[in-house]
């Protein structure tokens, strides 16, 4: 895991847990605006953390003919 990904998954966590927090002490619904986002960045360190794996994944050999 890189450290752009380790800090996507950082800024998920923290954006989730600012949205509850100001949830709870505001009691004012803007804030699940915060958990819908940190749920869409969550989504992104996802798709991010596949790609990643599949480019460091070695090539598969070509299969035919040795010349």
Do not use: H, N, Y
Not at 14 to 43: E, P
Request: net charge positive; charged share 15%; glycine share 12%.
């Amino acid at each position: 895991m890189s450290g752009p990904l380790k800090a996507a998954w950082g800024l998920t966590a923290f954006v989730i847990v600012a949205g509850i927090v100001g949830w709870i002490v505001t009691d004012r619904a803007v804030f699940a605006v915060f958990l819908v986002l940190g749920v869409l960045t969550a989504v992104g360190a996802v798709v991010t953390g596949r790609a990643e794996r599949a480019a460091t994944r070695p090539d598969t050999p070509k299969e035919g003919p040795t010349p």
